[in-house]
């Protein structure tokens, strides 16, 4: 009964009409589905090296023409969609991996869109392909660790749009702001509800604090936080996510930024990752009412690759003008509960085994059940500017990379922090801290220091590292934010550079 309802109340529309969960999808239900549908095209999705979803659309003129792409994919040009496949053997195969299937919400005619996986001529799965990076990331620590290693992300973004007369908006005060005092949430409601169709588990949507107006241009901000799934899952449904929040800017003729800063002195966008541990299906996070050993150490190992993180989840220049001191952006490599200007945060997780719900409601007479599960570390470095694939397969490694340090508990305990490390009294700790790159030389040069913890077990190819090293290093960024320091002219033009970052 449980899958039955989990069926019924599902949003993607294959997972109601045939009546299973996407990751049971085979070729011939999806099939089924084009003919009980009234499908009219069929579009393969794909991300290449600049992070956003290209597309190869068919019209599905026969079903055995729709077995033949659904049995062998299609090829592609390789080279005009990664940098460092040449021309002279470019070819590539998209394979399409059905559960990822969703009817798409913008087409004038019916589509069903599905994403793929890169395939070389030999039938292999290209080693340097990002979410193939990803998987082998996934299917390391599994097999190393014997843990299931689940995330989520919070996706921050601006609507940028002319200014609202009757109702301004008032400056950095929009968290969980509602109509009229916000003018874009049926944008967000909106997209809430076509991320959901197009397979997103979201856990909630709302407006977020940074609020301000230049002249006659508003600039609102928002949030989608998802829900915990398979590390895979939960970068898929991140890369679709941005592309319906785009398409309805598009549709409602506003601008969706992800960019890290917009202006000076004003909140950033940020992509925070959620993550957690299980084994056997049970969040191992928690431990006698407090954060596990094995949550301590999984900590520890991306504290101390946090910095090389960096050339994955923050790749722009203004990417670095977000991670200042006195923000809710963190600057110092440490971690602690509750604290949003750490960078490991321990949200709360509803360890207490009060019931609120009855204290809060005397009326309920019937046993209200204590749900565990719920514990997440939070990561808080990346931005909207952030490869996504590699960054999640990034700190999927530096949690394996805790988990087999000898001394990770020591580590982490010495840089636990459980008071305002921007306090006067505290400057002394605070002078003990490492701080994150302030550059994308700077992360450049930190990665190249510690490539070895990405490339170990060839989950990293030596070419893709060298591809953000050369990248990151092409800005010639240093000293950026030492030389824009108080020329807001020079930064608001360097913004709009990079307003649509991957």
Same mark, same amino acid.
């Given at each position: 009964?449980?899958?039955?309802?989990?069926?019924?109340?599902?949003?993607?529309?294959?997972?109601?009409? +045939?009546? =299973?969960?996407?990751? $049971? &999808?085979?070729? @011939?239900?999806?099939?089924? *589905?084009?003919?009980?549908?009234?499908? /009219?095209?069929?579009?393969?999705?794909?991300?290449?090296?600049?992070?956003?979803?290209?597309?190869?659309?068919?019209?599905?003129?026969?079903?055995?023409?729709?077995?033949?792409?659904?049995?062998?994919?299609?090829?592609?040009?390789?080279?005009?969609?990664?940098?460092?496949?040449?021309?002279?053997?470019?070819?590539?195969?998209?394979?399409?991996?059905?559960?990822?299937?969703?009817?798409?919400?913008?087409?004038?005619?019916?589509?069903?869109?599905?994403?793929?996986?890169?395939?070389?001529?030999?039938?292999?799965?290209?080693?340097?392909?990002?979410?193939?990076? +990803?998987? =082998?990331?996934?299917? $390391? &620590?599994?097999? @190393?660790?014997?843990?299931? *290693?689940?995330?989520?992300?919070?996706? /921050?973004?601006?609507?940028?749009?002319?200014?609202?007369?009757?109702?301004?908006?008032?400056?950095?005060?929009?968290?969980?702001?509602?109509?009229?005092?916000?003018?874009?949430?049926?944008?967000?409601?909106?997209?809430?509800?076509?991320?959901?169709?197009?397979?997103?588990?979201?856990?909630?949507?709302?407006?977020?604090?940074?609020?301000?107006?230049?002249?006659?241009?508003?600039?609102?901000?928002?949030?989608?936080?998802?829900?915990?799934?398979?590390?895979?899952?939960?970068?898929?449904?991140?890369?679709?996510?941005?592309?319906?929040?785009?398409?309805?800017?598009?549709?409602?003729?506003?601008?969706?930024?992800?960019?890290?800063?917009?202006?000076?002195?004003?909140?950033?966008?940020?992509?925070?990752?959620?993550?957690?541990?299980?084994?056997?299906?049970?969040?191992?996070?928690?431990?006698?009412?407090?954060?596990?050993?094995?949550?301590?150490?999984?900590?520890?190992?991306?504290?101390?690759?946090?910095?090389?993180?960096?050339?994955?989840?923050?790749?722009?220049?203004?990417?670095?003008?977000?991670?200042?001191?006195?923000?809710?952006?963190?600057?110092?490599?440490?971690?602690?509960?509750?604290?949003?200007?750490?960078?490991?945060?321990?949200?709360?997780?509803?360890?207490?085994?009060?019931?609120?719900?009855?204290?809060?409601?005397?009326?309920?007479?019937?046993?209200?059940?204590?749900?565990?599960?719920?514990?997440?570390?939070?990561?808080?470095?990346?931005?909207?500017?952030?490869?996504?694939?590699?960054?999640?397969?990034?700190?999927?490694?530096?949690?394996?990379?805790?988990?087999?340090?000898?001394?990770?508990?020591?580590?982490?305990?010495?840089?636990?922090?459980?008071?305002?490390?921007?306090?006067?009294?505290?400057?002394?700790?605070?002078?003990?801290?490492?701080?994150?790159?302030?550059?994308?030389?700077?992360?450049?040069?930190?990665?190249?220091?510690?490539?070895?913890?990405?490339?170990?077990?060839?989950?990293?190819?030596?070419?893709?590292?060298?591809?953000?090293?050369?990248?990151?290093?092409?800005?010639?960024?240093?000293?950026?934010?030492?030389?824009?320091?108080?020329?807001?002219?020079?930064?608001?033009?360097?913004?709009?550079?990079?307003?649509?970052?991957?």
């Amino acid at each position: 009964m449980l899958k039955e309802n989990q069926i019924l109340l599902n949003p993607n529309k294959l997972v109601r009409y +045939l009546r =299973k969960p996407s990751f $049971e &999808f085979t070729r @011939s239900d999806i099939i089924k *589905f084009i003919e009980g549908n009234d499908i /009219e095209m069929l579009n393969f999705r794909y991300v290449g090296e600049d992070g956003k979803l290209k597309t190869l659309n068919f019209v599905t003129n026969s079903k055995e023409h729709l077995e033949t792409l659904l049995s062998t994919g299609e090829r592609v040009d390789g080279s005009s969609l990664f940098s460092y496949i040449e021309a002279g053997s470019s070819d590539l195969y998209v394979i399409p991996r059905f559960k990822t299937a969703f009817v798409n919400p913008f087409t004038e005619h019916s589509a069903l869109d599905i994403l793929c996986s890169f395939y070389t001529s030999d039938g292999q799965p290209l080693e340097s392909a990002p979410e193939y990076i +990803l998987k =082998k990331a996934v299917t $390391e &620590f599994r097999k @190393s660790t014997g843990y299931n *290693f689940k995330a989520m992300g919070e996706l /921050e973004y601006y609507v940028i749009s002319q200014a609202d007369p009757l109702y301004a908006i008032p400056d950095q005060k929009g968290y969980h702001a509602s109509p009229p005092f916000t003018n874009f949430d049926y944008i967000r409601r909106e997209a809430m509800n076509l991320i959901s169709q197009c397979g997103g588990q979201i856990k909630y949507g709302h407006s977020e604090v940074g609020n301000f107006t230049i002249e006659e241009t508003a600039f609102e901000q928002h949030e989608i936080e998802f829900l915990p799934v398979d590390a895979e899952d939960a970068v898929d449904q991140l890369i679709l996510a941005k592309w319906v929040l785009r398409m309805l800017g598009a549709k409602h003729d506003v601008t969706i930024s992800f960019a890290p800063k917009i202006t000076v002195g004003k909140a950033g966008s940020g992509l925070h990752i959620h993550m957690l541990l299980e084994k056997d299906g049970e969040n191992i996070m928690v431990e006698n009412d407090g954060l596990s050993d094995t949550a301590k150490r999984m900590i520890a190992g991306i504290l101390d690759l946090a910095a090389p993180l960096t050339a994955f989840g923050n790749t722009i220049p203004t990417s670095y003008l977000r991670l200042v001191p006195h923000q809710e952006a963190p600057t110092n490599i440490c971690w602690g509960d509750r604290n949003r200007s750490v960078l490991v945060r321990v949200p709360l997780g509803w360890i207490a085994k009060t019931s609120m719900i009855k204290n809060a409601n005397p009326q309920e007479i019937n046993e209200v059940p204590y749900i565990p599960g719920k514990q997440t570390v939070e990561l808080r470095s990346g931005d909207g500017s952030a490869d996504i694939y590699h960054f999640i397969a990034g700190i999927i490694v530096a949690a394996q990379h805790g988990l087999e340090m000898k001394d990770s508990l020591k580590r982490a305990d010495n840089l636990y922090v459980d008071v305002n490390i921007f306090d006067e009294d505290n400057k002394d700790k605070l002078k003990k801290l490492k701080q994150l790159p302030t550059s994308c030389w700077e992360s450049a040069e930190i990665l190249e220091n510690k490539r070895a913890y990405f490339e170990k077990n060839g989950i990293f190819p030596k070419g893709t590292i060298n591809r953000f090293i050369n990248h990151l290093k092409s800005y010639s960024d240093k000293n950026l934010s030492e030389e824009l320091y108080g020329k807001n002219e020079e930064i608001s033009e360097l913004v709009k550079i990079y307003l649509h970052c991957m």
